[in-house]
């Protein structure tokens, strides 16, 4: 009798979704951030040195016309709640570089995982970092004095522009770190970046009392475009051109966020 040969069917691993791929990654970043809680904590002193110390020193500046009557404290918070996110969202580049050189990164890039996966999952435990940072932030302005007529809403509203700012930030750190895959070039160039966007900005000062070449750059700062509207937020009365800040930042956050993805796969090719 003649053996019949059978083909052996071979048995393909299925692959899941995206959302799962994403999720893995996201819970590995935030297992990785509970181990290390120091860090999150620790960016929280300089908001509390900001609204205590600075607060204090130039409180006397809310009596002035342009401060619109409020107290400087409530014209503070905003812009300090803008600027944790600022500093925080250009650290975040420093975990890829660290798997970079453990070679976690060279792991992730030779499994069955989407790209924008690996990117999803670390730019959302970055965000949810953010916004735990931003609601104690809220919570030091209110023990410095600070109230938020806008309520509930407007808090909302403050908290989703500085998500917003803080994709922005987050995105152009991780697209920064995966093309230099340097630490200092990483800090070197934030830091660049970070101080000009704060101090160009209506972080601290009314556009009014800017000198008219820094008035001019303020108009087109994307801090000043986050400020601003989560300002009118919290104080219950948004500025007219808070449409199409808005949408700059939703612009800016969607082109950052397609250049971190880019600059993975350009590092994914280079290897």
């Known amino acids: 009798m003649t053996a019949i040969a059978v083909p052996l069917q071979t048995q393909i691993p299925a692959r899941s979704g995206w959302f799962t791929q994403t999720g893995q990654v996201l819970r590995r970043w935030l297992i990785s951030t509970w181990r290390q809680a120091w860090g999150p904590?620790?960016?929280?002193?300089?908001?509390i040195i900001w609204i205590a110390l600075f607060g204090a020193v130039f409180s006397s500046l809310g009596d002035l016309p342009q401060f619109g009557g409020e107290g400087y404290i409530d014209y503070l918070v905003p812009g300090i709640l803008m600027m944790t996110v600022l500093y925080s969202?250009?650290?975040?580049?420093?975990?890829?570089?660290?798997?970079?050189?453990?070679?976690?990164?060279?792991?992730?890039?030779?499994?069955?995982?989407?790209?924008?996966?690996?990117?999803?999952?670390?730019?959302?435990?970055?965000?949810?970092?953010?916004?735990l940072q931003s609601l104690?932030?809220?919570?030091?302005?209110?023990?410095?004095?600070?109230?938020?007529?806008?309520?509930?809403?407007?808090?909302?509203?403050?908290?989703g522009v500085a998500t917003l700012l803080a994709t922005i930030f987050c995105s152009m750190s991780t697209a920064i770190a995966l093309t230099t895959r340097n630490q200092i070039a990483l800090i070197s160039l934030s830091q660049l970046i970070v101080?000009?966007?704060?101090?160009?900005?209506?972080?601290?000062?009314?556009?009014?009392?800017?000198?008219?070449?820094?008035?001019?750059?303020?108009?087109?700062n994307p801090m000043t475009w986050a400020v601003e509207v989560g300002r009118g937020g919290l104080d219950g009365s948004y500025p007219s051109n808070a449409w199409w800040q808005v949408t700059g930042l939703a612009v800016l956050a969607t082109l950052?966020?397609?250049?971190?993805?880019?600059?993975?796969?350009?590092y994914q090719r280079s290897i």
Do not use: H, K
């Open 41 to 47: 904590v620790m960016s929280l002193v300089q908001p």
């Open 89 to 131: 969202g250009a650290w975040a580049g420093t975990g890829y570089i660290d798997d970079i050189n453990s070679g976690v990164m060279d792991q992730y890039l030779t499994s069955p995982i989407s790209r924008t996966a690996i990117i999803t999952g670390q730019l959302v435990q970055q965000l949810i970092v953010n916004v």
């Open 136 to 159: 104690v932030v809220l919570g030091i302005g209110w023990l410095a004095g600070a109230r938020y007529p806008g309520g509930i809403v407007g808090m909302a509203v403050a908290l």
């Open 195 to 220: 101080l000009p966007a704060t101090f160009l900005s209506t972080t601290m000062m009314p556009q009014d009392l800017m000198p008219e070449w820094v008035q001019n750059v303020s108009r087109w």
């Open 256 to 266: 950052a966020f397609l250049w971190s993805v880019r600059a993975i796969r350009a």
